[in-house]
């Protein structure tokens, strides 16, 4: 028990501080990786909750992907963030309620047992014991199985909206070259060479 | 104070000698591979290769090390000091490891966690923070032209990567690399009536994605034909333009311990780990870790052979064949696997 608390300390301070600096930080890409940071070190606290899918998960999308697209467009863009940063607190009331307003639900889902007593034994399922049942298991089970309908209309709808953020956002530009590469790899002989003769003295 | 150590001391202890055993022979193995990279590049181009440090040249590495070691590291003014030396400790650290998780033999690996390959996976996709740190840390345009290419590049193979991965896993039923190798025992040639053999592997069954997964490891190793990041005849050295001695050294470790990775990696997805290619005496005879070294060095002789014959893409190409032709390609490839493992009732 000693070592877990002792990582729990450590990633969740590390977690909070990196926190903190992805606000404090004055350069923007120091943010992002502050950012990724946080991130790397919720992955090690649902580690230690015995949750390893959701935290290789959250580094494969999270740190993988979705962060490297941050820090790209943090890094193309010139922004002056000392200008920006000074109107930053006009806007810190409406924080502070979103932030109010998040902590009092997480309170309630999370002690909402001790509240009432009543509701915890009215869980869904019984949790089986982590050596039964590998949570990659349990998870597949509860997507796949369970809840597939609504897995595939989730789907559905985040297919439908990616579609249609590209349609919103092609143009197809006239006159630039582009590449066909089976109408390249489709040319013979005939239709790439045209053999010319030509008489001395008349160029072509 | 007896339980303390017998709980915490002495297993803390053992982790730290086999990480230590495991990173000393992968260091030096790493040596050796840059060694015969050389080689098999001078060989092709009808050169010697390095052939003065040591007989046959075999010290070369080491004479590089001292080199890289002992000059002055240069750090540019203009450059984001902190960031600047934290992208080569990230890109070597990461390289490293996944090595926690590579199952050498049967039994032996460091960690034998559950979600393994997720694990392996996760490493990997987050070795492009190196090359996107060391980029813009370096305040220099052709740095920034590398890392965005490179971050480009790294994001779009690892899709179709992470598809043939899923095909595996699809095969196996379950996530840890132990028991990927372990599925391997039985396959197409224990079902026609042959005995346990390289035919029962997965590079057989799943060949069309064997290749894919090549292909995409070269990409994601930012490896020639696809080494737009560092691309000499464009960019001098990409984002390594600004560095030298020990962070230029660490970069490079890095990429090689990522090769090295991926060539392990097939190995345990597709050449079948440890076990031996024939289900015969002599060969059971020879231990594991034999199989897995000759086999990780045959895929790295594939990669260097690539290197040193393959023209280096174009970057529109590049793009072109991980989105258009590999995503797509694994992707049916995927379902086709998903559709005869149901029909066959082969699914684990």
Redesign the interface.
């Known amino acids: 028990m000693g070592l877990q608390a002792l990582f729990f300390y450590l990633f969740a301070f590390v977690a909070v501080a990196s926190a903190f600096m992805v606000i404090a930080a004055r350069n923007p890409v120091h943010s992002v990786l502050f950012l990724i940071l946080t991130f790397f070190n919720a992955a090690g606290l649902f580690l230690l909750t015995g949750a390893e899918f959701l935290a290789m998960i959250l580094l494969v999308v999270y740190v993988g992907a979705v962060a490297v697209l941050f820090l790209f467009v943090v890094m193309m863009l010139d922004v002056d963030f000392a200008e920006m940063k000074s109107g930053a607190l006009e806007y810190a009331p409406v924080g502070a309620l979103v932030g109010i307003i998040l902590a009092a639900e997480l309170i309630i889902v999370l002690a909402g047992n001790a509240f009432n007593p009543a509701a915890a034994g009215s869980g869904a399922n019984p949790i089986p014991a982590p050596s039964e049942r590998t949570n990659t298991q349990a998870l597949g089970d509860v997507l796949y199985t369970d809840y597939i309908f609504y897995f595939q209309i989730a789907g559905m709808v985040l297919l439908v909206a990616m579609i249609g953020a590209i349609v919103l956002t092609l143009r197809h530009r006239e006159h630039i070259k582009r590449q066909d590469i089976t109408e390249q790899v489709a040319r013979t002989k005939e239709t790439a060479i045209e053999v010319v003769k030509v008489k001395p003295g008349q160029g072509i | 104070m007896d339980g303390f150590i017998s709980n915490?001391v002495w297993p803390a202890a053992i982790m730290i000698g086999q990480s230590l055993l495991v990173l000393v022979a992968l260091l030096l193995f790493i040596a050796y591979v840059l060694y015969a990279d050389r080689k098999v590049w001078a060989a092709v181009q009808l050169r010697r290769g390095p052939n003065v440090v040591g007989p046959w040249g075999l010290l070369q590495s080491f004479a590089d090390l001292l080199k890289f070691v002992l000059k002055e590291p240069v750090i540019p003014s203009g450059a984001?000091k902190g960031?600047f030396l934290l992208a080569p400790l990230v890109a070597v650290t990461l390289a490293l490891a996944t090595w926690a998780v590579i199952p050498f033999n049967a039994g032996w690996v460091i960690a034998d966690?559950?979600?393994g390959i997720?694990?392996v996976?996760?490493?990997a996709?987050?070795e492009?923070?190196g090359v996107?740190?060391g980029g813009?840390a370096s305040n220099s345009k052709y740095p920034?032209l590398g890392a965005?290419r490179s971050?480009?590049q790294m994001?779009s193979y690892?899709v179709s990567m992470?598809f043939v991965i899923v095909a595996v896993l699809l095969c196996v039923g379950s996530?840890n690399l132990t028991d990927i190798v372990l599925a391997q025992t039985n396959g197409i040639g224990t079902r026609i009536g042959l005995p346990n053999s390289m035919l029962d592997w997965h590079w057989l069954a799943l060949f069309p994605l064997f290749i894919i997964f090549f292909i995409s490891a070269l990409a994601e190793t930012n490896r020639p034909p696809f080494d737009l990041p560092e691309a000499e005849s464009e960019l001098v050295a990409g984002f390594m333009v600004e560095y030298g001695s020990t962070p230029y050294m660490m970069f490079m470790l890095g990429e090689y311990a990522a090769i090295v990775l991926m060539c392990a990696l097939s190995t345990i997805l597709f050449l079948g780990g440890w076990l031996p290619p024939l289900d015969v005496w002599f060969l059971n005879w020879v231990p594991g870790i034999v199989w897995f070294v000759l086999k990780v060095c045959m895929m790295f002789f594939m990669f260097s052979i690539v290197k040193a014959f393959v023209p280096r893409y174009r970057y529109?190409?590049l793009m072109?064949l991980g989105w258009k032709v590999f995503l797509p390609l694994s992707l049916v490839l995927l379902v086709i696997v998903a559709f005869v493992l149901k029909l066959t009732g082969t699914a684990p």
Request: hydrophobic share 65%; no cysteine.
């Open positions: 915490y984001n960031v966690i559950n979600v997720l694990f996976f996760a490493i996709s987050l492009v923070y996107i740190m813009w920034f965005l971050a480009a994001v690892e992470g996530l529109d190409q072109r």
